[in-house]
């Protein structure tokens, strides 16, 4: 059964600093993996999605990698902003389905 | 273009009682989902569906049903609501959900409580 780990649960940094969000899943088998962010009382808005085939992608200030044989990927916001606020979710992408992390809640101090 | 739309966004019930939340998106999607979301637990799937007349069990289906008899909506049912069943409900959908690696898009979720 597919597991999927965000480490840390909650995250606190100044505006302007670089940071990262990790994610980590248990079977290398998937198709993709998506970033969404969630902001409270809201849905899902989906960041970046990476095939399988596919080691990053970027958008605008987000960069997310994809290292399929050690189970893990990363998500990068660069210049961060007080509107970066929100809960990061990774999903992994088996047959049919998304497993979920449990997210990390991000906090900008401005 | 509302993309996906879930109705209601708020609702009270009392144990036994039965609803259906509703689920509407404009994409033409073939494939809609709906999940629960509780504190600590992530995203888990409750039903799916590849395609307008077909569903399927996701990984916590018991207590809930579905139905998808246009290809724009996607229904969930409660028909005999309890406490367990308190959450934040999500209903998702998707160009393809087979290996297509189309995005899942969300709507803005319904919040239920159970008492």
């Known amino acids: 059964k597919q597991e999927v780990t965000q480490i840390p649960a909650a995250l606190s940094v100044p505006e302007g600093e670089n940071l990262v969000l990790n994610c980590s899943f248990t079977d290398s088998a998937i198709y993709n993996l998506q970033w969404f962010r969630q902001d409270p009382g809201k849905g899902l808005t989906s960041l970046l999605l990476?095939?399988?085939?596919?080691r990053e992608q970027t958008s605008g200030r987000l960069n997310a990698s994809l290292d399929k044989s050690s189970g893990r990927s990363t998500l990068y916001i660069a210049a961060s902003q007080p509107g970066d606020s929100a809960t990061y979710l990774c999903a992994v992408k088996g047959n049919e389905k998304l497993t979920f992390g449990t997210g990390t809640r991000l906090t900008i101090i401005p | 273009n509302a993309g996906v739309t879930q109705t209601p966004k708020f609702r009270v019930l009392k144990t036994g009682q039965s609803m259906t939340l509703l689920c509407a998106q404009d994409m033409n999607h073939e494939y809609m989902y709906w999940y629960r979301q509780d504190p600590g637990m992530g995203l888990r799937l409750i039903h799916y569906?590849?395609?307008?007349?077909?569903?399927a069990k996701g990984e916590v289906p018991d207590g809930y049903n579905v139905s998808r008899l246009k290809k724009q909506n996607f229904l969930l049912g409660l028909e005999s609501a309890a406490p367990s069943q308190t959450s934040v409900y999500f209903c998702a959908s998707s160009y393809s959900g087979g290996r297509r690696n189309q995005p899942q898009h969300f709507g803005d979720g319904t919040r239920l409580s159970i008492l």
């Open positions: 990476i095939q399988s085939s596919q």
């Open positions: 569906s590849v395609g307008e007349g077909t569903t």
